[in-house]
């Protein structure tokens, strides 16, 4: 998604402190926006900590709680969020530790929280000014606090790991001493954000917070959710996307060990009620369905290809970004170069299956489940309940993986389903849990698009004119179409925008992006690295196509179209330098540059690979840099980068989602397949933070991943992939 | 009723003889470290140890685990965390979602036994575990940490 969140900053703050939860919690501090009703001050159900809502809770024991609204999926965002508001606070780090909001909390709040989507790589970039008041404003309270019972100037006290020092007088106390009495305090309307430059928690690669659960196996996922009296479902879904089931015979499955009930769960599944989800997967199997196939049972991949390439010359498009006049240019040309590229569906395929517990009596509906959109989760579970959203709630697990599948829009359909089927057993807690195969074929895929690319070329080899024509499908006409403008997808055009977190990072005097749309029936959805993915692709192995057609090198002929993007420029002088650009590398190894600027960062990477002859590809080394403006934890910056070029070449190079009959025909890793250790390259990361503004971080990287490998392929070979992934070329990983 | 081995100790299930053991040990005996991935053995989130070797177990039938065996999980790799692997893990930061690394350690600690200097060529050949987070750089230098070397 490329448009900046919308948000407010600095609400009216409020504090919130009710006595009891003061005297029970120590000190809750945080803001709010005004709320609704009942005046803000007074909580409902206050009275111990863990309802009541705020950034930072201090206890008397010392400890530090720190709400976090965004949510974990490997990221490291909660430990960057903690950083942000440590750092703020002056707390002792060793003493934090962190707690998720409810999502019903921050509707009866008001919205205190603001955004729970953790979506955009804007977890950190979309939230870190109002978490650092939040940081500040409870610091300036505990300080305040400490002052009073001296009976000294506040300014004349400061705070540093937890500890308040009264400067004059030398005296010292704690924020778990003083927490209860600032609790009483009023919350400063205005707070002071230090200076990045003086920062000593956030910015510093410290450890991540959620570590040690995951190595003993304590950490508790959404699909290791366990209640007293729960039960597990499994589910069988309809085969392709618009079948609706028509008819199913349970006798069977009703009769097998365990089973306690078949659940028809709206108009397009059937789920097994059973003591344990081995019982009710088994059962399942022996459940007769006959589906209604719907319109869309004949479509195959080729019939998806062949609508797409149609719009490559088609009329009509949705224009995303123009300067100057590239026809005309064009045609003017001495030379013209064009090329056309392809780009498939694929799969999230997060290592957690898709699932959701839920708790449903007529009253109220809980749901346990992992959600990187707690926003859409409690929606999709109060529809389903059929309940208002505050008789609702949203408990956050940790996520085992999100990369956009549990993300924005209306694809929590695991927790919609969860809900369907715990209605039909009020009272008791059921667990759903999707097969592999259950989730690789119903998906929110990665869109399928095509490109062409035109260039005119003057005699000098230089570019006069681009056009470049995408045709394919709008994740938002899928899934969101209210976010369309007048029809157009916006972020169709990630990394060739006008201007924005997705700017293409060239300047061009004539220029034509347009996108036609071609919606097949698969239900796409925000892929991690989202629309970047496949037009950095395009465009950058097309840079690569022109500098060759110009007999140039692909750096020198890309920095002369940079002269207006220093930043970009920076991170792409910067890994070629340190890959040794210019220089030979070892012997049978050939190197490719890829730079885009995406969700408000500045990436670059210049890959080393060799291919033997038989078309084996190595890919012995990546340098990678990244400007996301501020690095809140490097360490945590180089673990993305690393991350994404599994996720990105995994794609590139072996990733595809096929359609037959309708249907998605990969079910497993057997068949989606994924880079595993062996696959990986060594990757060197740069963290170039130049300050001044606030890049994601999860996702960019992807965006060069693939570019940078295809241009060091055809470095290596001659050759030019264009058709992804890169198995259907002959090539293959060793 | 079977009797299995399970960190220890021996304990009595009751579920079906072709109930694989990783859902014996998930929803039998609460060891939910052990994770679901796949089901078909093609990604080693289910990884455990059975009598020292790396075994995925949500392709391993109940019947055909002996009482003999002994069956170790994550739960069970250390009492505190100390394991040689899950200390370099900690050291190196190296899981992000972290929902394949109960797989991921159990290969490693599996393959150090029988191989405690491996080089890159041996974790290529025996480690081929899924982390759709990409921590594999991180696995290895994890690996060789805790080997001894020096990552
Ligand atoms: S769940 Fe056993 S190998 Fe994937
Ligand atoms: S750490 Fe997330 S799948 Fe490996």
Redesign the pocket.
Known sequence: MTTNPTRTINPTRRAFVTGSAAAAAGLVLGFTVPLGRGGGAALAGAGHTDEITAWVVVRPDETVIIRIARSEM?QGTLTGLAQLVAEELACDWSKVATEYVPPSRNLTRGGAWKSFQTTGSRGIRGSHDYVREGGAAAREMLIAAAARAWGVPAGECRADKGVITHGPSGKTTTFGKVCAAAAGLPVPDKVALKNPKDWTIAGKPLKRLDTADKLTGKQVYGIDVRLPGMLNAAIRQYPLFGARLRSFDAAKALAMPGVRKVVKVGDDAVAVVADTWWQAKTALEAVDVVWDEGPHGRIDGADIAAMVDEGLDAKDAFVGNKAGDAAGAIAASVKQVQATYSYPFQHHAT?EPMNATALWTPERCEVWCPTQSAEDALAAAAFAAGLTPDRCEIHRMHL??GFGRRGAGPIHDYVHQAVRIAREMPGTPVKLLWTREEDMTHGAYHPVTQCRLTAGIDDQGGITGLRVRISGQSILAGIMPGRLAGGMDPVVFQCLAPKGDHAIAYSFPNLLVDHAMRNPHLRPGFWRGVNANQNAIYLECFMDELAHAAGQDPLAFRLKYMKDHPKSRAVLQAVADKAGWGRPAAKGVHRGLAQCKAFASYVAACAEVSVSDGGVVKIHRIVAATDSGHAVNPQQIEAQVEGSFVYGLSAMLMGECTVKDGRVEQRNFDTYEVMRIKDMPRVETMVMPSGGFWGGVGEPTIAVAAPAVLNAIFAATGKRVRDFPLKHSGLRLA | MAKINVNGRTVTVDADGATPLLWVLRENLDLTGTKYGCGIAACGACTVHVNGAAVRSCALPLEAVAETDRIVTIEGLSRDGSHPVQRAWMDLDV???????AGMIMAAAALLARTPRPTDADIDAEISNI???G?YQRVRAGIHRAAGGKA
């Open positions: 490997g290592m085992g993986g | 899981p992000q979602c972290g929902y394949c690394q982390c759709r987070c921590t």
